[in-house]
């Protein structure tokens, strides 16, 4: 059973910076593309930022500059370091990644979710 958990949301006032972390656990082959996607109230889910294996990164239009995505292949986890954040970027910010729990057949598995508030 593969499960991915997810750490490090929280309130922070604008300008402020947060560090999210995402663990994949449980039996995995291989794991391709890792990322984060984000959900505020009212609306649709919408990418954040995506890592490769290889470590190509991949942006939202709304966070460059400000968000960094990275991962540790080793330790099966991605992060999120978000700075100069903004009151638009309150969302529950949900991992994703594609895993190969045997053979290499991949699935898509998502984390429960973690609440990013940013006061102004």
């Known amino acids: 059973q593969v499960r991915l958990v997810e750490s490090g949301g929280g309130l922070v006032q604008a300008g402020g910076s947060l560090r999210l972390s995402c663990v994949a656990r449980?039996?995995?082959?291989?794991?391709?593309?890792m990322g984060w996607y984000r959900q505020a109230p009212g609306k649709q889910r919408e990418l954040v930022a995506t890592v490769s294996s290889v470590g190509s990164t991949n942006y939202a239009d709304s966070v460059k500059g400000r968000f960094t995505v990275s991962r540790d292949n080793a330790r099966n986890t991605v992060h999120l370091q978000m700075n100069s954040l903004k009151p638009e970027d309150t969302a529950v910010y949900y991992c994703?990644?594609?895993?190969?729990?045997?053979?290499?057949?991949?699935?898509?598995?998502w984390g429960q979710g973690t609440q990013v508030t940013v006061s102004s």
């Open positions: 994703n990644a594609h895993i190969a729990p045997f053979g290499n057949v991949y699935y898509d598995y």
């Open positions: 449980g039996s995995i082959s291989s794991i391709n593309a």
